[in-house]
């Protein structure tokens, strides 16, 4: 039910051409469902791709383009609360921009870059989907270009300043430039624990995990003179106070 969510969400844009839904040579959105997951059994990844000048809605070859990767994951460890740091938010943001762009491309606008919009399952299982949806990037060129940098959503509930986990590879100059103008320019460096970056790392591919953070926990966490901490809202992570009511809505709308 939750995966099926978000497809309908991707597809809300009023413009989006519905008459192609279900082609696989033309649909944008589809689903990449993988059977040999952390538990065995069949598992969904929701991938939307958007061409940056190819026309909505037509056969499109992007081998040999330039493609940024926005991702998070659907999957959840409690079922009892709403998980909304971890990680409803940063769904919802994945979305919003994928209905954006889609928008944009749909009334004549072009990119610079392909855009894939990738939800992930299983993070919480050993980041068994981005690594499998990592591979099919690789593996089909034509319908995904050649990724040059993907940012990993996590933790956006509340917070107006950005946080990059410390481990990224920043060797590309289009990454280093997507980081840049995401983050602002000015983000604080955390220890983040296992993400799906860290696996499109392992994977051959550049990517960094980014959330939000307030102002406050924003300059602790930007003091050279302290041993960098983890921010105290990760805390509420996989616990029944994981909850709509502790994120902000204006700061969502600023992210």
């Avoid at 940063?90 to 870059?113: F, P």
């Avoid at 953070?213 to 990760?234: C, L, S, V, Y």
Wanted: net charge neutral.
């Amino acid at each position: 039910a939750r995966p099926q969510a978000m497809i309908e969400s991707l597809r809300s844009v009023p413009e989006y051409p519905f008459d192609i839904i279900g082609d696989d040579k033309k649909d944008i959105v589809r689903t990449h469902v993988y059977k040999k997951g952390y538990h065995g059994f069949s598992n969904t990844n929701i991938l939307a791709i958007i061409p940056a000048k190819a026309p909505i809605g037509e056969d499109f070859d992007l081998t040999d383009t330039s493609t940024i990767v926005f991702s998070a994951h659907h999957d959840i460890v409690n079922k009892s609360t709403d998980n909304v740091f971890d990680n409803l938010a940063s769904c919802a943001h994945v979305i919003a921009l994928h209905n954006q762009l889609l928008k944009y491309r749909i009334l004549g606008g072009e990119l610079t870059h392909n855009i894939v919009i990738a939800i992930f399952d299983e993070e919480e299982s050993g980041q068994a989907g981005s690594r499998a949806a990592s591979k099919i990037f690789k593996a089909y060129p034509s319908m995904f270009g050649k990724v040059e940098a993907a940012i990993n959503l996590e933790l956006t509930a509340a917070g107006t300043h950005f946080w990059v986990d410390k481990s990224y590879n920043s060797a590309s100059y289009i990454f280093k430039l997507a980081v840049k103008k995401f983050t602002q320019s000015r983000h604080a460096t955390i220890e983040c624990p296992g993400n799906d970056a860290i696996t499109m790392r392992s994977e051959g591919l550049q990517a960094a995990c980014v959330g939000s953070i307030t102002r406050a926990a924003m300059n602790t966490q930007m003091a050279k003179d302290k041993k960098t901490p983890t921010p105290e809202i990760w805390k509420i992570c996989h616990s029944k106070n994981d909850k709509l009511e502790h994120a902000s809505h204006d700061d969502m709308l600023y992210m």
